[in-house]
């Protein structure tokens, strides 16, 4: 059975951390285009990062805060969040990709407020 399962989201102050962390099971991560994106309240589902092999892109609204990472022995994919702005402030969803197969997990809440 095909899982996706995020965790790591919470309230953080602006300029804070944090670390994402989605949980595979069913496939093989590193066959899979691993990819996060977000929703913020009245906003529609966007692009964060993602990686496909060695190769990682990022929206240009976070390259240089956010890290995403990916290990395959234990079917993990994280996502490192730096200096992070209320506009961050969203549900963050993890998604796996490859040819017709498209898999999302439940998403996990970040809060960026003082």
């Known amino acids: 059975q095909v899982q996706l399962v995020e965790s790591g989201g919470g309230l953080v102050q602006p300029g804070g951390s944090l670390r994402l962390s989605c949980a595979a099971s069913?496939?093989?991560?590193?066959?899979?285009?691993m990819r996060w994106y977000r929703q913020a309240p009245g906003k529609e589902r966007e692009l964060v990062a993602s990686?496909?092999?060695?190769?990682?892109t990022y929206t240009e609204f976070v390259k240089g805060r956010f890290t995403i990472s990916r290990d395959n022995d234990k079917h993990l994919v994280h996502l490192q969040m730096n200096g992070l702005k209320p506009d961050d402030t969203a549900v963050y969803y993890c998604?796996?990709?490859?040819?017709?197969?498209?898999?999302w997990g439940q998403g996990t809440q970040v809060t960026v407020s003082s």
């Open positions: 998604n796996a990709h490859w040819l017709w197969h498209d898999y």
């Open positions: 069913g496939f093989s991560v590193s066959t899979f285009a």
């Open positions: 990686i496909t092999g060695d190769t990682t």
